[in-house]
């Protein structure tokens, strides 16, 4: 099968048609999955890049929430008092932190992904959206590391995963296509218009403020989960904290809606990256 | 059989939307619009702020032709003609906006040598980074490694980060790669351009070889030289069209006539040329300060060229030097006359004058050149111009026999004596 569809791309005599693309074409994912080498080695490339010359290396990516963290702890936790739903507000925080930091980091990653890349861009030709998947793929590392002083806090503060840990590839899914989705926006955005560079830091501010990072779901009143569920990352939040800490279930319909959220990212995202595709090379 | 097939192909550029917009230039517009339409009692008026009106632009059009397998091609023209458009679309980097383009086969491009490079990884890493960009698969990378570290002659440095590179060693690295991908069908823009001679020679000869095995090479080009011993066929691009699809030898003689007509035009009218404009070149005059007629220049002799310029602004324009740049037919630099090589700078330009360069003896062999033009104010370029004119050396008697060097025997004569002791 994969033979198959290299040989559609790479193969001898294989026949490339050139002509100007009308409207909305679907995407070619097959296309895709035969230069998955090169999805690999640009986020190889992107991990490998992130850390040499430092000392601290991938220390980094624990030492980053892990400040964020104890800096929450102190504001939120002790002056503000923010309840924690009962449990440790450090690993409350944490918790939350990691798929936070993951989406953050992919969200400005694959933004900058297209404009970042244009020396590739005008030289070579590859399937464009190969560009912001690496970057979402690349932050799964600094998250994995990550993820393991969750477990060692999980096992100071003697918590039990729960059966839910199962469903925790479900959740960093949904976080990595909602990172994708709206990083395809922004990112095909940018090529045009470079507001967006400007944008983006804000709009993970505020992004982080509507998710349920510091604070739980709990302090939003009833009758605005529905507005609150439009946000993914919330569902994600609750969703790791349920998994991993045995906090009460996430709110279905939250999650439902959520879900529908995170389709029509993606969806529209696609769409809208398809449609420019075509002339990154000529406007970046 | 045609491996690659074009057809009626065409590229607009929309000039104004080039290095894009930004979008709060279209929302004030779109508000400014709003606010008029209030202000007039909502007459809708539509016209009132149109967007800037944006200016189209064929880099190419209308290009038909077909190319045989195993045919190594020249693609020639002048900067701008739209040969990189082309080559361009046919690897798939840009669109076309009309027309189509049919390819069977693998298709490698080289639009630039180490595409991807990063400083920070190490040549080993780079060479697998840059190989697989250029749609090698790993497997393959792996098998090539040792000759592609070979030919880069950079052994002792594979694991040391490219940035602590020498730029030759670089680019010789970066070309190693390119040299051994295997595509049926190879795409090269101007990438030889690079590195000292002598490597320069190796990738013409690398060049060679794949040709050789039977694989289509399409080559973009201003080395003449290069065109005219690898490609049996070159097609010549003009103004993004097709102007002469033919043996090599043929369109290189047409390529090279128009260029020599071209520069007969005014340069006062000319328009392709770069800098900022606060000084411009409007004539150029080459006499000899010997001949019997000036008009005609002969080798050896006392030659001046003599540059008018304009002040094109108000300031003062100080610290100006010029050059002059003597290139061959087929465009190689044979010598540039830089005023700032022997610390001539000039101060307080009038609005009209001439700048003129004097040369004791002219020690070039007898021939066809071009002379480009620029230009610098403050080690800014205010005007560049190439071809501006082509001077044509007679032949003279400057050694002594009357001889004059021909073919391989060099593109410059020198004073000197042989003795023995």
């Known amino acids: ?284 | 059989m045609p491996v690659i097939r074009v057809d009626h192909l065409g590229k607009k550029y929309a000039l104004g939307q080039v290095h894009g917009d930004l979008l709060s230039e279209r929302l004030s517009n779109n508000l400014r619009r709003l606010f008029d339409r209030l202000g007039r009692g909502g007459d809708p008026s539509p016209r009132a702020y149109p967007l800037s009106p944006k200016e189209e632009f064929w880099a190419l059009r209308d290009v038909s032709f077909e190319i045989n397998q195993g045919e190594v091609v020249g693609i020639i023209g002048r900067n701008g003609a739209g040969k990189t458009t082309l080559l361009k679309i046919l690897s798939r980097i840009t669109e076309p906006t009309e027309g189509y383009a049919e390819i069977y086969g693998r298709v490698g491009s080289l639009l630039e040598v180490g595409t991807g490079f990063h400083p920070e990884l190490t040549g080993r890493e780079n060479v697998f980074l840059n190989g697989t960009i250029l749609g090698m698969k790993r497997a393959e990378i792996r098998k090539k490694f040792d000759e592609i570290v070979a030919f880069a002659e950079v052994e002792k440095f594979i694991d040391t980060p490219v940035k602590r590179y020498s730029s030759g060693m670089y680019v010789r690295l970066a070309f190693a790669v390119a040299a051994h991908l295997e595509p049926e069908i190879l795409l090269v823009d101007e990438v030889l351009a690079v590195g000292d001679a002598a490597f320069q020679k190796k990738c013409l000869g690398k060049m060679g070889e794949v040709a050789k095995e039977g694989r289509t090479v399409l080559f973009v080009s201003h080395n003449m030289g290069a065109v005219e011993s690898l490609c049996e066929k070159a097609i010549y691009i003009d103004k993004g069209r097709v102007a002469a699809i033919s043996s090599s030898e043929d369109v290189i003689s047409r390529y090279v006539n128009d260029l020599s007509e071209s520069s007969s035009v005014a340069l006062r009218l000319r328009t392709d040329r770069i800098g900022n404009g606060r000084i411009r070149a409007t004539g150029i005059g080459v006499h000899s300060n010997e001949a019997v007629s000036s008009k005609v220049i002969r080798v050896g002799e006392s030659t001046s060229i003599a540059v008018d310029y304009e002040v094109q602004w108000e300031g003062k324009c100080d610290n100006v030097t010029i050059a002059i740049d003597i290139d061959d037919m087929v465009h190689n630099r044979i010598v540039t006359l830089w005023s700032k090589f022997n610390n001539e700078y000039f101060f307080n330009l009038k609005k009209r004058g001439k700048l003129i360069c004097e040369i004791p003896e002219l020690c070039l062999r007898s021939g066809s050149y071009f002379l480009n033009i620029s230009i610098q104010e403050n080690a800014v370029l205010s005007d560049y111009i190439r071809n501006a004119c082509v001077l044509d050396v007679e032949y003279g008697k400057y050694y002594d026999s009357g001889m004059e060097p021909v073919g391989g025997q060099g593109f410059i004569l020198q004073r000197f004596h042989w003795k023995m002791e």
């Not at chain 1, 080695?41 to 290396?57: F, H, M, P």
């Not at chain 1, 100071?156 to 989705?181: H, N, Q």
């Not at chain 1, 605005?224 to 993914?232: D, E, K, S």
């Open chain 1, 1 to 284: 099968m994969t033979q198959q569809i290299e040989d559609r791309y790479f193969g001898v005599g294989h026949r490339t048609l050139i002509k100007p693309s009308s409207g909305w074409r679907s995407f070619d994912f097959r296309e895709i999955w035969a230069y998955r080498d090169l999805l690999g080695l640009l986020a190889w490339r992107d991990i490998s890049v992130r850390y040499k010359q430092s000392v601290a290396g991938f220390g980094w990516a624990v030492f980053q929430p892990l400040m964020t963290m104890v800096i929450f702890t102190i504001i939120f936790g002790k002056f503000a008092g923010l309840p924690s739903d009962g449990l440790p507000y450090p690993i409350f925080a944490y918790c939350a932190l990691l798929p936070w930091n993951y989406f953050s980091q992919s969200l400005s990653g694959s933004s900058d992904s297209l404009v970042g890349s244009s020396y590739l861009i005008t030289k070579v030709y590859f399937p464009r959206l190969i560009l912001p998947l690496s970057r979402v793929t690349s932050g799964l590392v600094d998250f994995a590391v990550a993820f393991v002083i969750l477990l060692a806090m999980m096992a100071w503060y003697r918590i039990a995963p729960t059966a839910g840990i199962l469903l925790l590839p479900v959740f960093m899914l949904v976080a990595m296509v909602t990172a994708l989705g709206a990083g395809l926006w922004l990112t095909a955005l940018n090529v045009k218009y470079r507001d967006v560079k400007f944008v983006v830091p804000f709009l993970t501010q505020f992004w982080m403020y509507a998710s349920p990072v510091a604070y739980s779901t709990s302090l939003v009143p009833e009758r605005w989960r529905f507005l609150y569920g439009l946000n993914p990352m919330a569902g994600v939040i609750e969703g790791f904290r349920w998994a991993l800490l045995g906090k009460s279930a996430p709110d279905f319909s939250m999650m439902v809606i959520s879900l529908a959220a995170v389709c029509l990212i993606l969806f529209t995202g696609l769409l809208y990256f398809k449609r420019m595709e075509k002339s990154f090379a000529d406007i970046v």
